[in-house]
């Protein structure tokens, strides 16, 4: 396999770099029309109404324009993607049924040994379908549910219908009505009143086959004071042709409720990593996404919340690395659609080796969301002079009771920084190193020890090279 | 309205019109042409692109609007000044001094073809100033210029050009006001502000229509090494502004100051565009825009600081604060920032706020009355700013205009 070497890294160290023989069981054809939906629909034997919903959603992607602000999608070619394909007939339910070379892949994810350390149930999607599946025993007593999302819609059919598509509606935007149209697996999680899961719940998404597109959907609904922490982490292999991540993720966050959603994302440098994400916080209730974005060719993802009820809280925590030929464009948007709503962003993001990193965001008051307070926090750090970050927050304030504040500070790794550390004995690498840790050090401190980890290790490795 | 004979349509005849008017040489008359040229190829720009997506046009009909030369627009007083300082109305400079004025009216700062309204101004622009400071003199006394509307569907395309050679020295004032009335107009002003090597130039622009009028301009400065600009721009009036305020800095050493003031009420709408572009190392700006909306008003501030690749050790900063007096108000704040270097610091930062209640407590506790005590908090909120201004005839002007605003 041909190594680009896109980060600056030893692709035979990159430990994620890596790829297994394609070998399916169902193989849609390239490209996307009306029939190949239908068929999508009828091989999952869907009921006519999701038919119906899907092909809605068919309709409006051809009709929708691409967004034309942001970064240049004008490459995307639509027509060169597989828009299905199934792995195996269905999900399995223990690690052993898995074919062997999807469990070489999860063991170099290091799924068992998270599995050993009695982490939650792990959810894993291996290309467009759910395979692999484990829910701790305990949680079903408790009445919560987690599901890859295609057999959620099977099981439980009339909570999925109530919920789905009400928080992104495909016409949101053109990739949501592309995800609506040809979505296949996901997490359905539902978890009941009062119930709080005090062990994350984990899923791990890979992309492993050429031109495939992603379109997962996530469904989270969190009855009146409950909790859950989900974790999702992207890791895929390199490969040479171009690759489109498309998912849509819907979360209802109720009355007292809290929902926290981490993703650390390392997808291959040819991806196009184009997400809708999207929380609806009721009363009191809290919504805490927690983003890291490291890998994709372009990153485009602005995790929402919609404040719509009094004491809604939201909080963004964002990290992106943009190595060569990288663009992350990620951000957070936050709606105050009711009275006394607060919400914080804080953006970090490092870009090196010509590559462009930044916060794109929105805070949005509407007329009579009184009391209401916002505060947000970008940092950029650029690690040489070919590199570029971009900061492109909005405000738009409706409303005179209202306490709003942006801070943003763009800079490089400071001389007597390093020469601090190299003074104690720390070698310049690793004085950059622990810089740049420190700099994403308040973000990588809310997320689970696993990730933290595997966060550093990965900005650790990209920044391989940095230094001399 | 009824147009009269000596009015001059928004068409080509009126270009040609116009130059016959002021008995033109024929490189500016194709020039206009050119120009005009330009701004019918050019289309009108449209909420659906993000520069304009804050500002809608589709309500403005260009024409029906008309041209007066008669508007009178240029130097408003003519103090002694050091030898070679040309001081004069831009008609005056084109007769006079030919050669200055085509080495640099819309040549190389601002150029027709950038938009619409650029193009439009290049075709019918009329009055306003044209500032010459030879090398190394310092034009110690404060210059003037006015712009004043009376009439009613008159559209006026006021031009200010300054060009500050190598270490000289000047400060322009730029004053825009009309009658009073619920009349429109349309205003299309664009102000060059070249500041060569060493140079220090304060360019302060006060605009207070008291007409319906809508303002769609441009105020930009290219500055040199070692040279300073200072920009004050205050707004109170008109319907609808929308204005670009830019520095570029070109030669490594340079510095950017840029103020903004604004005040809306009623339904009036402000769209306030900034630009920070760092070209060369060394370079410096410092940008502070503090808006208060009341009623219906709205203002929008969008800036933005680039830092190209190599513009090493650039120091950039970028405040902008609103304060909301009204439910109903709206203040939209859009700060960013596109850096390609990486030695740097820069900085930028927003809040949006309304009269923090504790203040007014307390003022009144100790015997204000409430429309006092909050004058008093407003005229706080922009007394950081106009501390910054060293010019104290500008400072109780700029103070009058606020009480007057917050009052009317």
């Given at each position: 396999m041909a190594t680009t070497n896109p980060l600056g890294i030893n692709v035979e160290k990159y430990k994620y770099g890596f790829f297994e023989?394609?070998?399916?069981?169902?193989?849609?054809?390239?490209?996307?029309?009306?029939?190949?939906?239908?068929?999508?629909?009828?091989?999952?034997?869907?009921?006519?109404?999701?038919?119906?919903?899907?092909?809605?959603?068919?309709?409006?992607?051809?009709?929708?324009?691409?967004?034309?602000?942001?970064?240049?999608?004008?490459?995307?070619?639509?027509?060169?993607?597989?828009?299905?394909?199934?792995?195996?007939?269905?999900?399995?339910?223990?690690?052993?049924?898995?074919?062997?070379e999807i469990k070489r892949t999860y063991d170099r994810l290091?799924?068992?040994?998270?599995?050993?350390?009695?982490?939650?149930?792990?959810?894993?999607?291996?290309?467009?379908?759910?395979?692999?599946?484990?829910?701790?025993?305990?949680?079903?007593?408790?009445?919560?549910?987690?599901?890859?999302?295609?057999?959620?819609?099977?099981?439980?059919?009339?909570?999925?219908?109530?919920?789905?598509?009400?928080?992104?509606?495909?016409?949101?935007?053109?990739?949501?009505?592309?995800?609506?149209?040809?979505?296949?697996?996901?997490?359905?999680?539902?978890?009941?009143?009062?119930?709080?899961?005090?062990?994350?719940?984990?899923?791990?998404?890979?992309?492993?086959?050429?031109?495939?597109?992603?379109?997962?959907?996530?469904?989270?609904?969190?009855?009146?004071?409950?909790?859950?922490?989900?974790?999702?982490?992207?890791?895929?292999?390199?490969?040479?042709?171009?690759?489109?991540?498309?998912?849509?993720?819907?979360?209802?966050?109720?009355?007292?409720?809290?929902?926290?959603?981490?993703?650390?994302?390392?997808?291959?440098?040819?991806?196009?990593?184009?997400?809708?994400?999207?929380?609806?916080?009721?009363?009191?209730?809290?919504?805490?996404?927690?983003?890291?974005?490291?890998?994709?060719?372009?990153?485009?993802?602005?995790?929402?919340?919609?404040?719509?009820?009094?004491?809604?809280?939201?909080?963004?925590?964002?990290?992106?690395?943009?190595?060569?030929?990288?663009?992350?464009?990620?951000?957070?948007?936050?709606?105050?659609?009711?009275?006394?709503?607060?919400?914080?962003?804080?953006?970090?993001?490092?870009?090196?080796?010509?590559?462009?990193?930044?916060?794109?965001?929105?805070?949005?008051?509407?007329?009579?969301?009184?009391?209401?307070?916002?505060?947000?926090?970008?940092?950029?750090?650029?690690?040489?002079?070919?590199?570029?970050?971009?900061?492109?927050?909005?405000?738009?304030?409706?409303?005179?009771?209202?306490?709003?504040?942006?801070?943003?500070?763009?800079?490089?790794?400071?001389?007597?920084?390093?020469?601090?550390?190299?003074?104690?004995?720390?070698?310049?690498?690793e004085a950059m190193n622990m810089i740049v840790r420190g700099f994403v050090e308040p973000i990588v401190k809310e997320l689970p020890l696993e990730y933290a980890v595997e966060l550093n290790r990965l900005i650790a490795l990209e920044m391989e090279g940095s230094v001399g | 309205?009824?147009?009269?004979?000596?009015?001059?349509?928004?068409?080509?005849?009126?270009?040609?019109?116009?130059?016959?008017?002021?008995?033109?040489?024929?490189?500016?008359?194709?020039?206009?042409?050119?120009?005009?040229?330009?701004?019918?190829?050019?289309?009108?720009?449209?909420?659906?692109?993000?520069?304009?997506?804050?500002?809608?046009?589709?309500?403005?009909?260009?024409?029906?609007?008309?041209?007066?030369?008669?508007?009178?627009?240029?130097?408003?007083?003519?103090?002694?000044?050091?030898?070679?300082?040309?001081?004069?109305?831009?008609?005056?400079?084109?007769?006079?001094?030919?050669?200055?004025?085509?080495?640099?009216?819309?040549?190389?700062c601002v150029r027709p073809e950038e938009s619409k309204f650029r193009a439009l101004h290049g075709a019918f622009w009329t009055g306003g100033v044209f500032l010459y400071v030879p090398e190394r003199v310092d034009v110690t006394v404060p210059l003037s210029g006015a712009v004043w509307i009376q009439s009613a569907g008159v559209a006026v395309f006021p031009h200010t050009l300054i060009v500050a050679e190598p270490g000289s020295k000047v400060t322009l004032l730029d004053d825009f006001g009309s009658m009073a009335g619920s009349w429109e107009a349309f205003v299309d002003p664009v102000v060059e502000l070249v500041v060569r090597d060493g140079a220090t130039v304060r360019y302060v622009s006060r605009q207070d229509w008291l007409a319906a009028v809508t303002e769609i301009g441009i105020v930009r400065g290219r500055v040199g090494r070692d040279a300073q600009l200072h920009t004050l721009l205050a707004d109170f009036g008109g319907r609808i502004t929308r204005r670009n305020v830019e520095s570029l800095l070109e030669g490594p050493g340079g510095s950017s100051e840029m103020l903004g003031v604004l005040f809306g009420h009623n339904s009036q709408h402000f769209d306030l565009h900034t630009l920070q572009e760092h070209r060369a190392p060394h370079t410096h700006s410092d940008l502070l825009y503090k808006n208060a909306v009341k009623d219906r008003s709205r203002s929008v501030f969008s800036g933005m600081i680039r830092v190209h690749q190599g513009a090493q050790k650039t120091n950039a900063f970028q405040a902008n604060r609103n304060l909301i007096l009204s439910a109903g108000a709206k203040a939209d704040s859009i700060p960013n920032l596109e850096i390609m270097a990486n030695d740097l610091r820069c900085t930028h930062g927003s809040a949006t706020s309304r009269l923090n209640e504790e203040h007014l407590f307390y003022l009144m506790s100790r015997g204000l009355r409430r429309v006092d005590a909050v004058r008093m908090v407003v005229e706080g909120f922009f007394a950081e700013l106009f501390d910054r201004v060293p010019l104290p005839g500008v400072r109780m002007a700029l103070q009058q205009d606020i009480d007057r605003k917050m009052v009317q």
């Open positions: 023989p394609e070998h399916y069981v169902f193989k849609a054809r390239k490209g996307l029309d009306a029939a190949i939906v239908n068929e999508i629909s009828h091989m999952k034997g869907e009921p006519d109404w999701m038919r119906a919903f899907r092909l809605h959603a068919y309709e409006h992607f051809g009709r929708r324009p691409l967004p034309k602000w942001g970064a240049d999608l004008s490459t995307i070619n639509f027509d060169d993607i597989y828009y299905y394909i199934k792995p195996t007939e269905k999900p399995v339910s223990s690690w052993e049924e898995l074919p062997a290091g799924i068992p040994e998270a599995e050993k350390k009695f982490l939650a149930g792990v959810g894993a999607q291996y290309d467009s379908e759910v395979v692999y599946h484990n829910l701790k025993q305990e949680w079903e007593k408790l009445g919560v549910v987690f599901l890859d999302t295609d057999s959620a819609l099977k099981q439980y059919p009339d909570l999925f219908r109530e919920y789905f598509g009400t928080v992104v509606p495909p016409e949101d935007n053109k990739l949501a009505a592309l995800n609506s149209a040809v979505w296949s697996g996901g997490s359905f999680i539902y978890v009941p009143e009062g119930v709080k899961l005090d062990i994350p719940l984990q899923a791990y998404f890979r992309i492993n086959a050429k031109n495939v597109g992603q379109f997962e959907r996530t469904l989270i609904i969190c009855e009146p004071g409950s909790y859950v922490h989900y974790v999702e982490g992207c890791t895929a292999p390199i490969y040479t042709s171009d690759s489109l991540h498309a998912a849509v993720v819907e979360i209802i966050v109720k009355e007292g409720a809290r929902c926290r959603y981490t993703t650390i994302q390392n997808w291959s440098t040819n991806v196009y990593n184009l997400v809708t994400k999207r929380a609806v916080a009721y009363r009191d209730a809290t919504m805490e996404w927690i983003d890291g974005n490291l890998g994709s060719k372009l990153t485009m993802k602005y995790p929402s919340v919609y404040m719509v009820e009094p004491g809604a809280k939201a909080e963004i925590l964002s990290v992106a690395f943009a190595g060569h030929g990288q663009h992350q464009d990620p951000g957070g948007k936050v709606i105050h659609a009711a009275p006394h709503t607060q919400s914080v962003i804080v953006s970090k993001s490092i870009a090196k080796d010509g590559g462009r990193a930044g916060y794109r965001g929105l805070v949005k008051i509407y007329p009579g969301a009184a009391g209401s307070r916002s505060a947000v926090r970008c940092d950029a750090l650029i690690l040489d002079d070919r590199s570029r970050s971009d900061t492109y927050p909005t405000m738009e304030i409706d409303e005179e009771d209202v306490s709003i504040t942006h801070e943003a500070t763009v800079s490089k790794v400071s001389d007597e920084q390093l020469f601090y550390l190299m003074s104690r004995g720390v070698k310049e690498d | 309205m009824t147009a009269q004979t000596p009015f001059i349509a928004l068409d080509r005849s009126g270009v040609e019109a116009l130059s016959e008017r002021f008995a033109e040489p024929r490189w500016m008359r194709e020039f206009r042409l050119r120009a005009y040229a330009a701004a019918e190829a050019l289309p009108m720009p449209t909420t659906a692109e993000e520069e304009w997506r804050r500002t809608d046009l589709s309500s403005l009909n260009l024409r029906a609007f008309h041209l007066d030369p008669a508007v009178p627009s240029g130097p408003s007083a003519r103090p002694d000044l050091p030898p070679g300082v040309i001081f004069a109305s831009l008609a005056q400079a084109v007769r006079d001094h030919p050669d200055l004025v085509r080495e640099h009216f819309m040549q190389h």
